[in-house]
């Protein structure tokens, strides 16, 4: 059974930091792109935030992100990572890691809320 379990979200301040990560059982992690995805307060859409190839040798970031994020992986943990740095109010969301970018498959999600 596939489990993506996603930790590392809490309430920051604007400016602040925060290291997301997910752990991934059930699957052959290390063959799969990787996805962050978040849903705003009061909004059924998920956005995608950003994507890895399995490797981890190349990324993708939307582009309001203006470079403050950072995806990462470890396939020997299996274990997937989302640095976010300068965070502001409108990042406010629960953010899911997902093995595809519809986020049909993801884990239950990690509250990020960035206020003053």
């Known amino acids: 059974e596939i489990h993506l379990v996603e930790s590392g979200g809490d309430l920051v301040q604007p400016g602040g930091s925060l290291t997301l990560s997910c752990a991934a059982s059930g699957f052959a992690f290390e063959l799969y792109d990787m996805f962050w995805l978040r849903q705003a307060p009061g909004r059924k859409r998920l956005e995608w935030v950003s994507d890895i190839t399995p490797d981890g040798r190349r990324t993708n970031y939307a582009d309001f992100l203006k470079g403050r994020f950072t995806i990462s992986r470890d396939n020997i943990k299996n274990m997937l990572y989302l640095q976010l740095n300068n965070l502001q109010t409108d990042d406010t969301g629960m953010y899911y890691c997902?093995?595809?970018?519809?986020?049909?498959?993801r884990g239950q999600g990690t509250q990020v809320t960035v206020s003053p």
């Open positions: 997902a093995r595809e970018i519809g986020g049909t498959i």
